[in-house]
C-alpha cells in the first residue's frame, strides 16, 4: 500500500514538470537538484540563434549566387558560403570520380 501511494506521488511530480511556462525554459535541466533556467528577453540572445533552424545553403543555391564572379572575394559571398561552396564542390567531385571508377 505505501508503495502505490508513493508511485503515485511521482507520478503527480513528473506530470507537474511537464507543464509549459511562459517564464523558464521547461524541460532544459538535466541535473537532479537543479531548476529549469528562466528565460531571457529576445535582444539578450546571440544573432545566429535565430537562423540556425534555416536549412544550409545547396551547392546549387551557392553556385547561382556565385555566378558570373571571377573573384569570390568580391562577389556576395560570405567567408562562410565561401568555405561551404568549395566543401560541396569537392564533395560532389569525388562522387562523380567514384561513380565513373565503379562503372569501370
Given at each position: 500500500?505505501?508503495?502505490?501511494?508513493?508511485?503515485?506521488?511521482?507520478?503527480?511530480?513528473?506530470?507537474?514538470?511537464?507543464?509549459?511556462?511562459?517564464?523558464?525554459?521547461?524541460?532544459?535541466?538535466?541535473?537532479?537538484?537543479?531548476?529549469?533556467?528562466?528565460?531571457?528577453?529576445?535582444?539578450e540572445?546571440?544573432?545566429?540563434?535565430?537562423?540556425i533552424?534555416?536549412?544550409?545553403?545547396?551547392?546549387?543555391?551557392?553556385?547561382k549566387?556565385?555566378?558570373?564572379?571571377?573573384?569570390?572575394?568580391?562577389?556576395?559571398?560570405?567567408?562562410?558560403?565561401?568555405?561551404?561552396?568549395?566543401?560541396?564542390?569537392?564533395?560532389?567531385?569525388?562522387?562523380?570520380?567514384?561513380?565513373?571508377?565503379?562503372?569501370?
Amino acid at each position: 500500500m505505501i508503495r502505490c501511494q508513493a508511485a503515485a506521488e511521482e507520478t503527480r511530480k513528473l506530470q507537474r514538470a511537464g507543464t509549459l511556462s511562459a517564464t523558464t525554459a521547461t524541460g532544459v535541466n538535466y541535473f537532479k537538484k537543479g531548476e529549469d533556467p528562466p528565460l531571457k528577453d529576445d535582444s539578450e540572445y546571440p544573432d545566429w540563434l535565430w537562423n540556425i533552424h534555416e536549412p544550409p545553403a545547396t551547392l546549387y543555391g551557392l553556385q547561382k549566387k556565385a555566378a558570373g564572379r571571377t573573384n569570390l572575394e568580391s562577389g556576395e559571398l560570405s567567408a562562410t558560403e565561401v568555405k561551404r561552396l568549395i566543401k560541396l564542390e569537392t564533395n560532389r567531385t569525388i562522387k562523380d570520380r567514384n561513380f565513373v571508377k565503379a562503372k569501370q
